[in-house]
RNA sequence: GCCCCUGUAGUUCAAUGGAUAGAGCAAGAGUUUCCUAAACUCUAGAUAUAGGUUCGAAUCCUGUCAGGGGCACCA
């Protein structure tokens, strides 16, 4: 990647520099290396003089005057100049010839184009969705759908090991609840169709044991065919029912217990989660009996990191969960595998009906289904419509408009690129591009094509370190706009015979990549449109 | 009351402390004898508010206002 040639460039030459005393000593600050918003600023560009100007007491200028005329000539087989800006940027253009022969490796690598090795197999599972079965997935699940799914495709591409897991909570009060619902006895809360079909399917008596029956068929028949229909494939099905029939939930409390972490309050077990910087304790076994989630969410983790080996563990939660965070953390400090889980938190999704705001609720519900959004706008749609949304952002959505916006959807606008290319490559089945030609590729529009392409892997790598998935979506709209800019300023196929072979190559290029970050994203990539 | 998140164009959203704050949709004007016009080009339009830190703030800190989510022996 040329960003990290960059990086290794200015280390070098600062390194140089003071070697050579023209620098005085003193300890590298980081280095960050952007991509500058203006055209004319370059396509990388780094303020490291700034910093270094300002531990040296001097002027910004002079160092990045100084410092740029070493890069220019260090690096100079990548780049057509390096500039100096204003109050001490240094600003690098990349040469054709260098966007030239990255076409080529492209070429080469083809659909192992933008494959990391930066993972280095490490294990990682990303738990998404995980909504209580006690209904059907929802319109903010669709949210956590998209996220999840990108991001552990985000990880495998950079070298991770990376598997998705839902985690069935059919265990507990809520089970409880959903039985009486079923039953249409007095303490019946949730209401709704699924509820009417669930009542005459199920002939248990007993409230829990209809409760848990009908948890199992709402995962079987409803969540696991709508995360199918959104195109997840989840590698593990985690049942909480599960760890609580093996005797791992014991052992974990025992484990607890021995460390001295478990102490009896008012008839309950509590665990002193405030030793690891939770602002209070947290029962783990209630006065009934009965565990609570934590407790078996500290055994769920303990059964992650031991038994599975992840080397991380990535959980991704709705904001209202967000109380939960410290109490889980402080429970994985306690088992010993400190530092190993990340959570990331999703702010709601409002839903809006007209100009009202609805509160979603499964008890009043009010709420719209995962299979009614993707019934109307189709799962394409759906998930680059969340994956555009960083995960704080609290999310307005209109079903009134959803699907009248859905045709103006900007995954169209990428899907379009692919099935133009497509559309050009069908009729020159005989021609095929040459690695001599691409030398001809020289128009603005063509370099400027190469340099989104490049960039992939750059994406991949930032997403993978930070998690911003919304960056994923950001550039497959900035490459595909390169393309339909390329595609009205430069003809692919003309008499030129060897421009055409040297455009072929651009085009197949731009295929790989733009057929890759659709897949990442999981969407499909049409020929035809 | 305490804790978490947010406030950017008419609207839905972007923007690792940087340079002239970007897109889509909506609004207005244009482009096709030529590989798919689901495209391209141009116009208009925004950092809630008051301070502070910095060479430089939408971004960091404090206050105010407004919104979402928590504060269970529910999950």
């Known amino acids: 990647m040329i960003r990290d040639e960059i990086f290794n460039l200015i280390k070098k030459s600062i390194k140089i520099l003071q070697k050579e005393e023209i620098f005085s000593k003193f300890g590298i600050p980081e280095i960050k290396i952007k991509y500058p918003k203006e ?15 300002k531990i040296l007491k001097k002027k910004s200028m002079e160092i990045a005057k100084t410092l740029g005329s070493r890069l220019q000539v260090l690096g100079s087989r990548f780049f057509g100049k390096v ?10 253009f990349l040469s054709k010839e260098y966007l030239q022969k990255e076409l080529l490796e492209i070429l080469q690598s083809g659909e192992k184009f933008g494959q990391l090795k930066i993972g280095k197999n490490k294990k990682v599972q990303v738990e998404f969705i995980s909504a209580n079965p006690t209904g059907p997935l929802t319109v903010g699940n669709a949210r956590g759908g998209a996220f999840g799914d990108v991001l552990a495709n985000v990880l495998q591409k950079a070298g991770f090991k990376a598997e998705k897991a839902y985690y069935i909570n059919d265990y507990g009060m809520q089970i409880l609840t959903l039985g009486h619902s079923v039953l249409k006895d007095g303490e019946a809360k949730y209401k709704g169709k699924y509820i009417d079909y669930l009542n005459e399917k199920i002939k248990e008596k007993d409230p829990y044991k209809a409760g848990e029956k009908a948890a199992k068929i709402i ?12 195109g997840i494939k989840y590698d593990e099905w985690i049942s909480e029912t599960g760890l609580h029939q093996s005797s791992a939930v014991e052992e974990g409390l025992e484990l607890l217990k021995k460390k001295g972490l478990i102490y009896e309050k008012e008839g309950a077990l509590w665990f002193k989660s405030s030793k690891f910087g939770d602002e209070r304790d947290r029962v783990v076994v209630k006065k009934d009996g009965w565990k609570t989630y934590l407790a078996g969410d500290i055994t769920l983790h303990r059964y992650k990191f031991e038994k599975k080996k992840f080397d991380k563990v990535i959980n991704i939660w709705g904001a209202d969960h967000a109380g939960d965070v410290a109490g889980l953390q402080a429970g994985v400090e306690a088992i010993g595998h400190k530092g190993k889980l990340d959570i990331i938190l999703l702010q709601f999704v ?17 709420f719209v289904t995962m299979d ?30 959803a699907k009248e916006q859905s045709e103006k959807n900007p995954v169209y606008y990428i899907q379009y690129a692919h099935a133009r290319i497509c559309s050009i490559l069908r ?23 190469i340099k989104q392409l490049i960039r992939f892997p750059e994406i991949i790598e930032d997403t993978a370190k930070d998690y911003q998935v919304q960056r994923i979506p950001q550039h497959a709209i900035d490459l595909a706009t390169s393309f339909h800019q390329f595609y009205r300023d430069c003809r692919v196929l003309t008499e030129d015979k060897e421009l055409t072979r040297a455009r072929l190559g651009l085009i197949l290029a731009t295929k790989i990549v733009i057929k890759n970050t659709l897949s990442l994203m999981g969407i499909s990539a049409p020929e035809k449109m």
């Open 83 to 92: 500039e100096v800006a204003k109050p001490g940027f240094i600003n690098f």
């Open 372 to 401: 009614e959004l993707l019934d109307k706008v189709g799962s394409d749609a759906t998930r680059f419509f969340f994956l555009q949304r960083s995960a704080n952002t609290h999310l307005n959505f209109n079903l009134f408009l």
């Open 219 to 230: 995962i079987d028949e409803m969540i696991k065919k709508t995360a199918d229909k959104m």
């Open 350 to 366: 409002t839903l809006f009906e007209k100009r009202k705001k609805l509160r979603m609720s499964k008890r009043m519900g009010t």
């Open 427 to 449: 009729k020159v089945s005989s021609i095929k591009y040459q690695v001599s030609s691409i030398k001809l590729l020289k128009h603005p529009s063509e370099l400027e094509l």
């Open 39 to 53: 055209k004319i600023h370059g396509d990388y560009s780094t303020n490291i003089a700034l910093q270094i100007g």
